[in-house]
């Protein structure tokens, strides 16, 4: 089951903020948050455990909320290079460590 | 540098042809993937292997072969069975496999287009 993410689309003035949603319909072990430019390959952004430990990227937050199902990604003060699209992949216990897709979600950050 | 790459970048092919994407990684991974990537969508999973000589489909398997010969190399065949090949294609790997939540790390892709 493919994870829904919201919105699909954002587009930002430099420095505002923004919140990307991925909402499972089965029981999560682990949410994966990339960022793709076009034309290149995801680059890893975050990945959030079951029980709460987060690795990675310093400037940006996320939130695992394993009751809902659901992961939030928060992009504080964007600068022009978040521009991209954030995909999550999702993992499910008994999934065999493949992770599961969204369709993305595009955010253009202007000047 | 420690990485994965993949060849060539833009790949021809005509109808009735197979032809071979290349995937290699030097970061000593267990675990490779291929997916599929069509404009405006996610990514589906062709096959992924998890051990040398091992392999499993994935979502979309048909049309596509591959083989795991070596623990660096993960080539992909799209077969003349797949008839809609025009994508673009990502190979990525993860350290280490019966782990859960571990990164997959991906390559510069491969954009396949039908004449």
């Known amino acids: 089951q493919q994870p829904v993410q919201s919105p699909q689309a954002v587009i930002l003035r430099e420095g505002e903020d923004a919140v990307i949603n991925c909402s499972s319909s089965?029981?999560?072990?682990?949410v994966h948050w990339y960022r793709q430019k076009h034309g290149e390959a995801p680059v890893f952004l975050m990945i959030l455990l079951k029980g709460g430990e987060q690795k990675g990227h310093e400037k940006i937050s996320a939130s695992f909320n394993e009751k809902k199902q659901q992961s939030s990604l928060y992009l504080t003060a964007s600068q022009l290079s978040y521009s991209g699209t954030y995909f999550c992949?999702?993992?499910?216990?008994?999934?065999?460590?493949?992770?599961?897709w969204g369709l993305g979600t595009s955010l253009a950050v202007n000047p | 540098d420690g990485g994965i790459t993949q060849s060539p970048k833009y790949l021809f092919r005509k109808e009735g042809q197979n032809v071979t994407l290349s995937c290699e990684q030097n970061l000593n991974h267990d675990a490779m993937y291929w997916y599929r990537q069509d404009p405006g969508q996610g990514l589906r999973l062709i096959y992924y292997s998890q051990i040398v000589n091992d392999f499993q489909k994935g979502d979309i398997a048909e049309g596509y072969s591959v083989s795991r010969e070596k623990k660096e190399s993960f080539p992909l065949t799209v077969t003349s069975a797949q008839k809609n090949p025009t994508a673009f294609y990502l190979c990525a790997s993860s350290p280490k496999t019966g782990v859960m939540g571990e990164t997959q790390y991906f390559g510069p892709g491969t954009r396949l287009l039908v004449l």
């Open positions: 089965k029981a999560l072990y682990s």
């Open positions: 992949g999702t993992e499910n216990a008994g999934n065999n460590r493949k992770l599961i």
